[in-house]
Nanobody, 116 residues
Framework: QVQLVESGGGLVQAGGSLRLSCAAS?????MGWFRQAPGREREVVAG????????QYGDSVKGRFTIGRDNAKNTMYMQMNSLKPEDTAVYYC????????????WGQGTQVTVSS
C-alpha cells in the first residue's frame, strides 16, 4: 500500500519561496501536485512520471514552480518561487499505483498561504 507524507507548507509573503516535499512509502508510477483554494476547483499544479522522466506544469505556475525527485528516498519535491496571493491553497500530493491508473493515492494536504 502506497502512503504519501507531505511537508513544507506554511505562510509566506508575496514574492517569497517555499519547498514542498512528498515522500512515498511504496512503488509509484507517477506523482504530482494538485491544489485547491476555497471556492475553487481542484487544479493541477505539476506532475512527474517516473518511467519517462517527463514533467508538466499548470499554466499559472510555469516559470515559477519546479519539481524534481530523489530516487533513493522515493520523494518528489516542488520548489515554489515568486509566490503570489493567488497561490494560496491546500496543496495535495498524489500518486499512481499502476501504469494504467489515474492518480489514486492522495496525501492529506498541506496549507500554503501567501500574504499580500
Amino acid at each position: 500500500q502506497v502512503q504519501l507524507v507531505e511537508s513544507g507548507g506554511g505562510l509566506v509573503q508575496a514574492g517569497g519561496s517555499l519547498r514542498l516535499s512528498c515522500a512515498a512509502s511504496g512503488r509509484t508510477y507517477g506523482m504530482g501536485w494538485f491544489r485547491q483554494a476555497p471556492g475553487r476547483e481542484r487544479e493541477v499544479v505539476a506532475g512527474f512520471t517516473w518511467s519517462t522522466g517527463s514533467t508538466q506544469y499548470g499554466d499559472s505556475v510555469k516559470g515559477r514552480f519546479t519539481i524534481g525527485r530523489d530516487n533513493a528516498k522515493n520523494t518528489m519535491y516542488m520548489q515554489m518561487n515568486s509566490l503570489k496571493p493567488e497561490d494560496t491553497a491546500v496543496y495535495y500530493c498524489a500518486a499512481r499505483t499502476s501504469v494504467l491508473s489515474q492518480y489514486n493515492i492522495w496525501g492529506q494536504g498541506t496549507q500554503v498561504t501567501v500574504s499580500s
